[in-house]
């Protein structure tokens, strides 16, 4: 079956560079989620669209901004890179709201030098 | 503010032993609790219950909701290696919302 795609897989950025990472979901699932892994901690919930449109807002940087298009893949773009934003970013897709399972991509590791 | 707290925060077992992990919460507009099991990569989908007192079962694994106490407990029985992993308890509070606990770093030794 075919699972969540994300890509790049690793990503190595210098600071104050810009990112852009992809998450297709599921098809048919219209619902895609947003998380960030720092090293050893717990995934954050950063964003999520529904429909093409935002329907949640987490710990998202203003640096970070993220959009849904006509065929509900996702891309996340991270400008003005930081550190700290050296992380696991993974994207989940579901159909509807929160009644319903997520899928988890692999993750894209982020790292910046 | 919305929390989810899971202990204990570190276990470590031999294999065949029986353990329960524990997640309590304290959120505005419960829609429903979710576990997942996290190992090298991204967490795996394990159960989501949305209904009190109604054990959801897979092989070794269960896990049951209390609406009324607040918590939801993952048991595994019988454990493997295999089951060493971090097991994570989500919360959703409302339409696309989650929020996370702190995560149980279950070791299995052999």
């Known amino acids: 079956a075919a699972g969540v795609i994300q890509s790049p897989r690793h990503l190595i950025k210098e600071k104050r560079e810009t990112a852009t990472l992809k998450c297709y979901p599921i098809p048919r699932h219209d619902t895609v989620y947003w998380y960030q892994q720092g090293p050893g901690q717990d995934p954050q919930f950063l964003i999520s669209f529904y429909e093409k449109m935002q329907s949640d807002k987490g710990s998202i940087p203003d640096r970070f901004s993220a959009q849904q298009f006509s065929d509900y893949h996702s891309e996340l773009n991270m400008s003005s890179l930081e550190l700290g934003d050296s992380a696991l970013y993974f994207c989940?897709?579901?159909?509807?709201?929160?009644?319903?399972?997520?899928?988890f991509g692999p993750g894209t590791r982020l790292t910046v030098l | 503010e919305d929390k989810v707290v899971q202990s204990p925060l570190s276990l470590v077992v031999h294999e065949g032993d029986t353990v329960t992990l524990n997640c309590s919460y304290e959120v505005t507009n419960f829609r429903s609790l979710l576990w997942y099991k996290q190992e090298k990569k991204a967490p795996t989908f394990l159960f989501m219950l949305?209904?009190?007192?109604i054990e959801k079962k897979s092989g070794r694994l269960s896990s049951i909701l209390d609406k009324k106490e607040l918590f939801s407990i993952l048991n595994i029985t019988a454990t493997q290696t295999g089951d060493s992993a971090i097991y994570l308890c989500?919360?959703?509070?409302?339409?696309?919302?989650?929020?996370f606990g702190t995560g149980t770093r279950l070791k299995v030794l052999a």
């Open positions: 989940a897709s579901s159909i509807g709201g929160s009644y319903n399972e997520q899928f």
């Open positions: 989500v919360v959703s509070t409302g339409t696309y919302k989650y929020i």
């Open positions: 949305t209904s009190s007192g």
